[in-house]
């Protein structure tokens, strides 16, 4: 009975010392990260934090958390993690090929139909996995027409609040239900002798565009090597210029997605010895009794997923918010609007109030977005509760010093070495950084990091590893 006493009288002893010490950490932390705020925060910027531990359901930090900012590319978690949430989640991004009509001897009496699924990893080789499955059928001349189905969603090419001088740039894409590369054209330039044009490859091989050549090898004076072309307008024009001293690539996108890809088929098709109408055309595939289905071509969520969170794709993102809207509404004509305001209910299933934000595409492109630290964290709660969307988002996820948009950051010898798992988003001014890291305690913890009106993306990405830091220590 006294050896009872005694255990019960230490044990109450040893509670408070306990609870004070987890107080005292947390109350470290807090002002670690307060000192990191006033010391190190980039001049006339400021942040929005929020930090939860996940294996005590704790918050351990917050600062400005609940105030609006614009996420850049950590908008794609909230797409991502919505459309991973559905029981449909794993259906793959499918283009098939299609004919209506009867093989007579060596005709089609018929027309070919190209139905889009908007999958944005479709390459080159896609494509002609799709035209060699077409080349088997019996028959080397098309009496009829020849179609791009692009119904799945409406014409508009870029989303909302994306600016029109970012194109060419390869990170602005034309949206389309079929899409050829990305919509790219990627261009490798190598040296020739001194002086003379650099040799150019480009791919995906077309006649949809032309190229023109500026290069110089080995000349410094021909100044920075560089590809876009005649976009001001809608030109498919690639122009390459500049030094060549060794192998460059650059990318350029393509205006008009949907031509691109058609023309290109079209093309490849007769050089498969197949006689072709002289053009296409766009229509929707009506299914009926003489509808058979010729090719086939799948990629599955989890690549496009990858591509989302590793390399911040907004193609993707956008491919994967309008595939979220079908899913969600059962429409087959869609906008990005049906995507959105899938996320939106998500928000309200979470206990949020999803008019208190702004969402205005998937990818975080868009200047009129804007969410906040605590929502995302969130979203970063309810995935890690499900196992089945934790899975693949957290293997999609950047890895600090280690690949993705990561790579660079959080080097070997610091506390976020391969500690973290988290999405980035930058562009003019806003910098930002979301997702999960492991204490050095064992504890699995969700962050938000929301940089705004900062110049220097440098200085917010070291200010964003140090809060990392300071978390995991």
């Excluded at 009509?101 to 080789?125: A, N, S």
């Excluded at 290109?264 to 009506?286: D, H, M, W």
């Excluded at 595939?323 to 087959?332: C, E, P």
Aim: charged residues 20%.
């Amino acid at each position: 009975m006294k050896k009872y006493l005694l255990s019960l009288t230490l044990s109450l002893l040893f509670i408070p010392i306990v609870l004070w010490g987890q107080n005292t950490s947390a109350k470290s932390l807090s002002s670690r990260l307060d000192t990191l705020i006033k010391y190190q925060l980039p001049a006339g910027s400021n942040v929005g934090i929020s930090v939860y531990d996940l294996t005590t359901g704790k918050f351990l930090y917050t600062y400005q958390s609940d105030k609006l900012s614009r996420p850049a590319s950590t908008m794609k978690l909230l797409t991502t993690i919505t459309a991973l949430a559905r029981p449909d989640a794993d259906e793959p991004f499918k283009t098939e090929v299609w004919y209506q009509g009867v093989i007579e001897r060596d005709t089609l009496k018929g027309d070919i139909y190209v139905v889009g699924g908007y999958d944005p990893e479709f390459d080159d080789e896609a494509l002609d996995s799709l035209v060699n499955a077409v080349s088997r059928f019996p028959f080397s001349v098309i009496a009829g027409n020849v179609y791009g189905d692009v119904s799945m969603k409406d014409s508009i090419y870029w989303g909302s609040g994306w600016a029109w001088d970012d194109t060419p740039a390869s990170y602005q894409p034309y949206l389309s239900p079929l899409m050829l590369n990305k919509g790219l054209v990627t261009v490798t330039a190598s040296p020739g002798e001194k002086g003379e044009m650099a040799n150019i490859e480009c791919i995906p091989a077309s006649s949809y565009y032309t190229v023109t050549n500026e290069t110089q090898s080995r000349t410094p004076s021909a100044g920075r090597f560089g590809v876009s072309r005649d976009w001001l307008q809608n030109g498919n024009n690639v122009i390459i210029k500049g030094n060549v001293e060794s192998k460059r690539i650059g990318t350029v996108n393509i205006y008009s997605s949907q031509d691109f890809f058609m023309h290109t088929f079209l093309e490849r098709l007769q050089v498969k010895g197949i006689q072709c109408p002289a053009s296409y055309a766009f229509n929707e595939l009506q299914k009926d009794s003489l509808s058979v289905q010729m090719a086939l071509f799948e990629t599955s969520t989890q690549d496009v997923v990858n591509q989302i969170m590793k390399e911040s794709d907004n193609l993707n993102a956008q491919a994967l918010l309008c595939r979220l809207g079908a899913q969600a509404t059962g429409k087959k004509r869609i906008s990005d609007e049906d995507g959105l305001s899938a996320i939106r209910k998500q928000i309200k299933a979470l206990g949020g109030d999803a008019d208190s934000y702004k969402l205005a595409d998937g990818c975080g492109l868009s200047n009129y977005n804007y969410i906040s630290p605590d929502l995302l964290v969130s979203f970063l709660k309810f995935a890690y509760s499900r196992t089945d969307v934790f899975q693949k988002l957290y293997k999609a996820l950047p890895i600090g010093g280690v690949d993705g948009t990561l790579k660079y950051r959080m080097q070997r010898g610091t506390p976020s070495h391969k500690n973290v798992h988290a999405k980035t988003g930058s562009f003019t001014a806003i910098n930002c950084l979301a997702g999960y890291l492991r204490a050095a305690n064992g504890h699995e913890v969700a962050f938000a990091i929301m940089n705004q009106n900062v110049l220097s993306g440098a200085k917010a990405r070291a200010f964003q590893d140090a809060v990392c830091d300071e978390i995991i220590k």
